[in-house]
């Protein structure tokens, strides 16, 4: 079982694709775990993307990130965080395959609708930068109806 953290992205919001966006996660498969409309700050966002400081689009993505409310999730599921990367598409959506999220819905690198963790190390640091341990719920295996076999 894998946690992974996925933003949509101020585009997303801006554009209306917040449901459309959810509603992929939870057909294939995921369940959700966390979920909220919030406003990153500056100092999130730098902390969040830390490891593309100094980069030529560095600037650029800490203040669009903050420019709007971004809806954070958590996601879980067996190989979640792959799972979520390849649903979500390449980095750059001109690249993106047609099927994702990205190959879809996005046309512009720097508004490519969508973050999602890259690695175990990153899901479980994103993940805690983002939501409080009691943010996030787990379900009632009796009841649950979801399509893994635990
Ligand atoms: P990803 O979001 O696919 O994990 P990343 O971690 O390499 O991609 O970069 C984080 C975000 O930074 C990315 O979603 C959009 C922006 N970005 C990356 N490379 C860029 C570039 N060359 N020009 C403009 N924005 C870029
Ligand atoms: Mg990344």
Not at 92 to 103: F, H, K, V, W, Y
Request: glycine share 10%; hydrophobic share 45%.
């Amino acid at each position: 079982m894998e946690r992974t953290l996925i933003l949509a992205k101020p585009d997303a919001l801006q554009r209306g694709l917040v449901g459309e966006i959810v509603a992929r996660f939870e057909r294939r498969g995921l369940r959700i775990a966390g979920l909220k409309l919030m406003r990153v700050s500056t100092a999130l966002a730098q902390e969040h993307y830390k490891e593309h400081a100094g980069k030529p689009f560095f600037n650029g993505l800490v203040e669009y990130i903050t420019t709007c409310p971004i809806v954070a999730m958590v996601v879980e599921g067996p190989g979640a965080i792959e799972l979520a990367r390849t649903m979500i598409g390449a980095t750059n959506p001109a690249n993106a395959a047609p099927g994702s999220i990205r190959g879809d819905l996005g046309a512009s690198i720097g508004r490519n609708l969508v973050h999602g963790s890259d690695s175990t190390a990153s899901a479980a640091r994103e993940v805690s930068l983002f939501f409080k341990a009691d943010e996030l719920l787990g379900y009632e295996r009796a009841s649950d109806p979801w399509i893994f076999e635990s």
